[in-house]
């Protein structure tokens, strides 16, 4: 098992910049992929970020290209996503998920943080 707290959301302007943390706990020696979702109200979750535990090979929606950067710090186990030049329909619940070595889709999810831009 490995439990999944996030933190860091909160409400901004416009423009404004937040950084999400996820701390992971328990069985972190087999995670394989982290990554980044969000669920804005009335619409399906959808895929923001993801990035190898070891900090390898980072990808992102179209949507947040150029504006949020994933990264990971083992020594805390802990991922992070900046998020950059805040843009109103960026207001979502954020979950982080784990992805282990040798299962095919997200198996761990946090509880998440609620994010909300302001115009």
């Known amino acids: 098992q490995v439990q999944l707290v996030e933190s860091g959301g909160g409400l901004v302007q416009a423009g404004g910049s937040l950084r999400l943390s996820c701390a992971a706990s328990g069985r972190t020696f087999n995670m394989y992929t982290m990554g980044w979702f969000r669920q804005a109200p009335g619409k399906e979750r959808e895929s923001v970020a993801a990035i190898l535990w070891s900090g390898g090979n980072p990808n992102y929606a179209d949507s947040v290209k150029g504006r949020f950067t994933i990264s990971t710090d083992n020594a805390k186990n802990t991922v992070y996503l900046q998020m950059n030049s805040l843009k109103p329909e960026d207001t979502a619940v954020y979950y982080c998920?784990?992805?282990?070595?040798?299962?095919?889709?997200?198996?761990?999810w946090g509880q998440g943080t609620q994010v909300t831009v302001s115009s």
């Open positions: 998920a784990v992805k282990p070595a040798g299962f095919p889709i997200y198996k761990y």
